[in-house]
């Protein structure tokens, strides 16, 4: 990757804009750093363009075609992390519920029994998904069950 920097007397605050064929996970880093992502913040792509995400934004994380969807209220955005790692850095305010999807546990509307002894649970934008049994005691144990 090529670096150039301009000093610019006039700019106040440091400003940055990268240009780029096309988003790579090198450039998602790139953005990461320049934008000082410490663990706060999650970098999301949607039409081409990067979005900065708070944690609380996002609802829920799914693995959808082997490409992570950090899912908010109203919008999906495609992350260049894997699971495990998004897992990592969101923390325990996260949960896994089955292998493919972590939730906000913040976004919990409600959870109902489901067939096979699977429990289907909804956030509050309506998003909804199964709880494996596998995930199951971890979110018996949150709900103090």
Excluded: W
């Excluded at 790579?24 to 990067?50: M, S």
């Excluded at 493919?100 to 509307?109: F, K, P």
Aim: with cysteine; net charge neutral.
């Amino acid at each position: 990757m090529k670096v150039e920097i301009r000093i610019q007397k006039e700019a106040a605050v440091p400003y940055a804009v990268l240009y780029a064929s096309e988003i790579t996970p090198d450039v998602q880093r790139a953005a990461a750093l320049l934008e000082g992502e410490g663990g706060d913040k999650l970098l999301g792509e949607r039409e081409e363009r990067l979005f900065v995400l708070r944690p609380e934004e996002v609802y829920m994380v799914r693995v959808e075609n082997e490409k992570c969807l950090l899912c908010t209220r109203d919008s999906q955005y495609l992350s260049g992390k894997r699971l495990y790692e998004l897992e990592a850095v969101l923390g325990s305010g996260f949960l896994r519920i089955n292998k493919s999807t972590l939730v906000n546990l913040q976004q919990l509307d409600y959870v109902e029994p489901s067939l096979g002894g699977l429990m289907l649970l909804v956030l509050k934008n309506g998003a909804r998904d199964h709880i494996s049994r596998k995930y199951l005691p971890a979110f018996k144990q949150y709900l103090g069950l």
